[in-house]
Structures are given as C-alpha cells and as structure tokens.
C-alpha cells in the first residue's frame, strides 16, 4: 500500500510517496533521485525494496521535479550542497522521518547524500549510493552532451514529460545546464568525503555512461566510515533497473551488518 501526497517545505509543495508504513521498527530508507527523477520514475523498485528489507520506504520529488513546486533556474552551481543542507533535512523532519533512517541516493542523489552525511545535517544510520559522483570528470560530460542531443532530437524529452508534465524542460535544463557549465568543470566533493563517517555502500554499473571506476575508488578511499563497494557488469547508470536484484540484494545484505 502508498501513502502519497505533498508536504510544505521551505515555502514550497514537495511531492512524496511511501511504501510499507507501519513496517518493523528499523530505521526508514529514503530514496533521494537522479538529476533527471522524481518519485514515479523510481517506478516499482521502493515496492520491492520495502519487501525485501522489511523496512519503510519513504521518496520525495526534488523542487522542480515530478509534481513538486518549481524551482528557479538557472540552478545555483552548488544546488546539491544546498538540497543536502537544507531541502532535505526539512521534508525530513516535515515527514516524520526518524530513526536515523538510511539514505539511498541515485547519481545526483547520491552525492546529495553524501553530502548530508558529510556535513552533518540530519542524524542518519548509514547512505547507500547508485552511480553517485564525487568528481566531474569528461566521461560524464560526454554523456550529459549526448542526453542534451537526446532531449532536442531524440525522445528523451517526451519519455520525461510522463513524469515531470509541464515541468519538463525546465527540469532538464536545470540539471543539464548545471553540470556543463564550464565553472562547474572541475566541481568535486573529495575533501568533503572525509566527514562521511556514516557505513557506505557504493554501487556502481561498469557500462555506466556518466561515471567511471574512478568514482567508486575516490569514494572508497577517501571516506571515514565502512565503505563497502560493488561494481555490476552488464549495468549502466541505474543499478536499481539494470541489474535490480543485484542490487537489491547488496542492500539486504548491507542493513543485516548493520545490526
């Protein structure tokens, strides 16, 4: 069963959604989407998520995503730095959401989390990350350059408008724009990463078309806490679809040694 609707955070609407309420008392999962996502383009994964771990599944739509309130553009080059500090602890606490619960970040999502973790911002009991970046490097221009040319010529743009309706384009330029603006080129989190004390699960697709190896061995090396990794083959930029059960099952089994 979903319980979905809006919460008021930060003067605006923030559309959520969640999957096995009233699950076992552990600490909730909170997924935290791409940079292209909302809470439907998780599609049936938190479901199947929540049954397998037995926890809470708790999703929420980024401003200027789904059926979220708008968001100004351009972005603000450091608009994770800002969910991560701000947005994010407040639909927290709007939601009820307690329990050191466990951040489970897709690509820019990740980082979000990361960054949560880093700065302290909200207690949590542990991140999990799905083709996270800890760096801007040219593998991932190259693949931001290629969904641009998608979004004009190809159908990335009507296959987006069946989540994020009139907020379409406003949503890619956000996101697009950002990361190939040239002062964001040489944006990193690496230093931040030593904060990052919290247990983490890295995942990380080896086909990914956004990030390369690299990310996960920065991760790895550079955080404070636990760090355990797992690299897919046959997996693209989302280990969540690509490879669901895989990751799935490197989640359950992440929870169990947290125990």
Excluded at 25 to 38: D, I, M, R, Y
Excluded at 153 to 178: P, Q, S, V
Excluded at 186 to 192: K, L
Aim: glycine residues 12%.
């Amino acid at each position: 069963m979903i319980d979905s609707g809006f919460l008021g955070v930060a003067g605006g609407r923030i559309e959520y959604a969640r999957w096995g309420a009233g699950a076992r008392e552990e600490a909730p999962l909170v997924l935290l989407h791409e940079g292209l996502g909302c809470v439907s383009m998780w599609r049936d994964w938190p479901a199947d998520l929540a049954r397998a771990t037995g926890r809470e599944v708790f999703a929420y739509s980024r401003f200027g995503y789904g059926r979220s309130s708008a968001a100004e553009l351009p972005r603000p080059l450091d608009f994770m730095v800002r969910e991560a500090r701000t947005v994010l602890p407040g639909v927290l606490e709007e939601a009820g959401v307690g329990g050191a619960p466990v951040l489970v970040g897709h690509s820019d999502g990740g980082t979000i989390a990361l960054m949560c973790a880093a700065f302290g911002a909200y207690p949590l009991g542990a991140v999990v990350t799905l083709a996270a970046h800890a760096f801007n490097e040219p593998h991932c221009i190259e693949g931001i350059e290629a969904a641009r040319e998608a979004f004009r010529h190809g159908n990335l743009r009507e296959r987006l408008a069946r989540h994020h309706g009139e907020r379409t384009d406003d949503a890619f330029r956000g996101w697009c724009d950002a990361w190939l603006d040239p002062r964001f080129e040489h944006w990193t989190i690496e230093e931040d990463l030593a904060r990052v004390n919290v247990p983490l699960l890295v995942v990380q697709g080896r086909d990914d078309a956004y990030g390369t190896l690299r990310q996960v061995e920065v991760m790895a090396g550079r955080t404070a806490g636990p760090c355990h990794t797992l690299v897919l083959d046959d997996c693209g930029h989302s280990p969540h679809r690509d490879q669901a059960r895989a990751t799935t099952e490197a989640i359950v089994r992440f929870l169990e040694g947290l125990r």
